[in-house]
């Protein structure tokens, strides 16, 4: 949507009416399913949306994920019916909608006071960052299939977010931690188990900014590089003993 509302692509693109859509509908499911499979009974999960508790992001998580479906089905309605008009009025609640629900994972981490690894403030910045990534990546390899004119924008999307990505994880890697509990769960993703996956990750991402005349073949490098940062970065915060 982002796209279309910066003028380079039309309502009536492929990308805009079918491609972006599908993919965050795809995406979407995948991570309510995994949210799903994650709950210790997955068969209560309708319990967030019939007797929430609001003021846990797992509740607020499941609101925004269950308002941003919403809009996708609207979309896609307007996109089945070719009503420009629907997929309109989709976009004015989907970019927010979309916002939130790529940064309020940063805000369930946060509800964990035990992992301080996952107390950086800067984390919902970094994880729209992410998205950014992602979903550039991913709309740039349709692009490649079913409209090529518009790869150039995409691959400079790409480019900057993921310039954005690496100046973030150089910090978190660099700069001081207040706590020894963050100390040695930075020390786990630099040095210690992680590091081989952490570095690697970061430098697929890396790869995108050294080569950003290559076209289309590098989101699969930003795509996997993300992919191996977050395992390391999750698997990092749970590593460290709580006492």
Same mark, same amino acid.
């Given at each position: 949507?982002?796209?279309?509302?910066?003028?380079?692509?039309?309502?009536?693109?492929?990308?805009?009416?079918?491609?972006?859509?599908?993919?965050?509908?795809?995406?979407?499911?995948?991570?309510?399913?995994?949210?799903?499979?994650?709950?210790?009974?997955?068969?209560?999960?309708?319990?967030?949306?019939? $007797?929430?508790?609001?003021?846990?992001?797992?509740?607020?998580?499941?609101?925004?994920?269950?308002?941003?479906?919403?809009?996708?089905?609207?979309?896609?309605?307007?996109?089945?019916?070719?009503?420009?008009?629907? $997929?309109?009025?989709?976009?004015?609640?989907?970019?927010?909608?979309?916002?939130?629900?790529?940064?309020?994972?940063?805000?369930?981490?946060?509800?964990?006071?035990?992992?301080?690894?996952?107390?950086?403030?800067?984390?919902?910045?970094?994880?729209?960052?992410?998205? +950014?990534?992602?979903?550039?990546?991913?709309?740039?390899?349709?692009?490649?299939?079913?409209?090529?004119?518009?790869?150039?924008?995409?691959?400079?999307?790409?480019?900057?977010?993921?310039?954005?990505?690496?100046?973030?994880?150089?910090?978190?890697?660099?700069? +001081?931690?207040?706590?020894?509990?963050?100390?040695?769960?930075?020390?786990?993703?630099?040095?210690?188990?992680?590091?081989?996956?952490?570095?690697?990750?970061?430098?697929?991402?890396?790869?995108?900014?050294?080569?950003?005349?290559?076209?289309?073949?590098?989101?699969?490098?930003?795509?996997?590089?993300?992919?191996?940062?977050?395992?390391?970065?999750?698997?990092?915060?749970?590593?460290?003993?709580?006492?």
């Amino acid at each position: 949507m982002l796209g279309v509302l910066a003028g380079h692509l039309s309502w009536h693109s492929v990308l805009a009416v079918w491609a972006a859509p599908l993919i965050a509908a795809a995406f979407l499911a995948a991570t309510a399913g995994l949210l799903v499979w994650d709950l210790e009974h997955p068969g209560r999960f309708v319990y967030i949306l019939t $007797r929430p508790q609001w003021r846990s992001w797992l509740v607020r998580g499941g609101v925004i994920l269950t308002g941003y479906a919403a809009v996708l089905g609207v979309h896609l309605l307007g996109s089945v019916t070719g009503s420009a008009g629907l $997929r309109q009025a989709a976009a004015i609640p989907g970019v927010p909608l979309a916002a939130l629900a790529a940064v309020y994972t940063a805000y369930l981490f946060a509800q964990a006071k035990a992992r301080d690894l996952w107390q950086n403030p800067l984390l919902p910045a970094h994880m729209l960052v992410q998205a +950014g990534v992602a979903g550039s990546a991913a709309l740039l390899l349709a692009a490649v299939w079913w409209q090529p004119r518009a790869a150039g924008w995409l691959e400079w999307v790409l480019l900057g977010t993921c310039a954005a990505h690496v100046l973030l994880v150089l910090g978190e890697a660099g700069i +001081g931690h207040p706590t020894e509990h963050a100390r040695l769960a930075v020390h786990e993703l630099t040095r210690g188990g992680l590091a081989r996956v952490y570095w690697a990750g970061f430098g697929l991402v890396a790869a995108v900014i050294a080569a950003p005349a290559a076209g289309a073949w590098v989101a699969p490098l930003a795509l996997a590089g993300l992919a191996a940062y977050e395992h390391a970065y999750v698997q990092a915060g749970e590593r460290v003993p709580l006492a």
